[in-house]
């Protein structure tokens, strides 16, 4: 079983036409380790999500839409605090950006799980969750205790400016966790937000250096490049689609990176690939992110949509 911890929120995304330059906005269930989640689900993986919803309106349809694509929601917690907001932006290009309202929101109150299930295998984390506290704390104590235990541990820090108060002291506990990483996905604009630089390969070397096993550079619609701490280095292109939109496509990427890996029996701590075995994940990741680009929102393929061939 896959873990994905993190938040659940609700995106308001733009529905139409703005209405005297007000947009009109359209609910949709979101939040990026929701959307891994998710996206797991419709891949085929066992995954099973850990966080804490509210029990309102929209925690109980974000629960609703975990057990429709069928991941394990016994990790869940569920509290009366509101659930957390994502205003969203779409640039012409079909980028996406984000207002959030998170002040006193019931994920911010998720606490430390005892143990998770004997078949858990990985754990993934990222975004607002490792952001906010208390809530934060937590999360950074599940990834140090799950690797600790021999779990793979993946990392997307899918940065959000707005919500980190101080950038560099957020700096400062993103490389205390890298011993603690066994993969590390980030865009090519965290890379450069988080490194203070351009040099992004280089970046990812000091990352490798710190601890994390691979990190992945997703980079768009040109594609995805792996390098690890045995010196590959490695690139896939984009596939080409007309975009929609970008809402989910990283947590797609995740989440076919996890699959992938697993399909390669590469969930370890210290996981070891060739460079066939990258050239296949990546392209996998590609094709997936690909399919969410091309619609609305984050709705990310199932794996009858894919017609890619098992892993060799």
Not at 127 to 152: D, H, K, N, Q
């Amino acid at each position: 079983m896959i873990v994905v911890a993190g938040e659940a929120l609700i995106d308001l995304v733009p529905a139409g036409p703005a209405t005297d330059e007000l947009p009109a906005l359209l609910p949709k269930r979101g939040g990026g380790p929701y959307n891994t989640a998710v996206a797991l689900g419709r891949l085929g993986s066992p995954v099973a999500f850990c966080s804490r919803l509210s029990t309102d309106h929209f925690g109980t349809a974000l629960l609703r839409g975990l057990t429709a694509d069928g991941v394990d929601t016994s990790l869940v917690q569920r509290g009366p605090e509101p659930t957390m907001l994502a205003v969203a932006h779409i640039g012409a290009d079909g980028s996406a950006e984000y207002g959030f309202h998170a002040e006193g929101t019931a994920d911010r109150l998720f606490r430390l799980p005892d143990a998770l299930p004997d078949t858990a295998r990985a754990v993934s984390f990222g975004t607002c969750s490792l952001v906010l506290e208390p809530g934060a704390g937590a999360y950074e104590e599940l990834m140090r205790r799950e690797f600790r235990r021999g779990l793979f541990t993946a990392l997307d820090p899918n940065i959000r400016p707005g919500l980190i108060a101080d950038p560099d002291a957020y700096r400062a506990r993103f490389r205390s966790w890298l011993p603690f990483v066994s993969l590390l996905k980030l865009s090519e604009e965290d890379a450069a937000w988080l490194a203070r630089s351009d040099d992004l390969p280089g970046a990812a070397r000091q990352w490798l250096a710190a601890g994390a096993h691979a990190v992945v550079l997703t980079r768009g619609g040109a594609g995805l490049t792996v390098l690890t701490r045995d010196g590959l280095e490695l690139s896939v292109p984009g596939v080409r689609v007309d975009v929609v939109d970008t809402i989910g496509a990283g947590d797609t990427v995740n989440a076919a990176l996890l699959h992938r890996l697993d399909g390669h029996g590469a969930l370890t701590t210290a996981p070891e690939l060739d460079a066939d075995q990258w050239h296949d994940v990546l392209s996998y990741a590609a094709r997936a992110a690909a399919i969410t680009c091309s619609r609305p929102g984050a709705q990310p393929p199932y794996a009858s949509e894919l017609d890619f061939p098992a892993p060799r």
